[in-house]
């Protein structure tokens, strides 16, 4: 197939199909493409791969939607559409509660976070 340093992470793949590359949540994935593997076609898969690789780094790619096709789709696990900061936020205070459970942070940290997150929340709902 071809070093990703040479191809760029796309491939010419049999049966009139062009081979994406990537690593996705620390799985790699090889998703493919119907579509002729021209010169032309393998430089604007190429472009698109940066377009998915710069999606992945951002945290709002959807395997789902951009390879609908992908016959492994049922195996994915877990989605990477993006998270609402009030998700993250609430994940980062359960892990807070946690560790104060087992006494590896301090009770007035917790309670510093909550309040914070409270006073973020009602500036959120008043704009």
């Not at 949540?25 to 690789?53: Q, V």
């Amino acid at each position: 197939m071809g070093s990703k340093w040479f191809t760029g992470g796309v491939v010419a793949a049999p049966r009139g199909r062009i081979q994406f590359d990537f690593i996705l949540n620390g799985i790699r994935y090889r998703p493919s493409i119907r579509r002729p593997p021209s010169e032309a076609n393998l430089r604007r898969a190429r472009e698109r791969l940066e377009s998915i690789k710069h999606q992945i780094r951002l945290g709002t790619f959807s395997f789902e939607e951009e390879f609908p096709d992908y016959r492994m789709l049922h195996r994915l696990t877990g989605t990477s559409k993006a998270r609402m900061c009030s998700d993250v936020f609430d994940a980062y205070l359960a892990h807070c509660e946690s560790r104060l459970r087992r006494d590896d942070m301090a009770a007035a940290t917790v309670r510093s976070y909550r309040r914070s997150w409270i006073v973020f929340g009602a500036q959120r709902l008043a704009t």
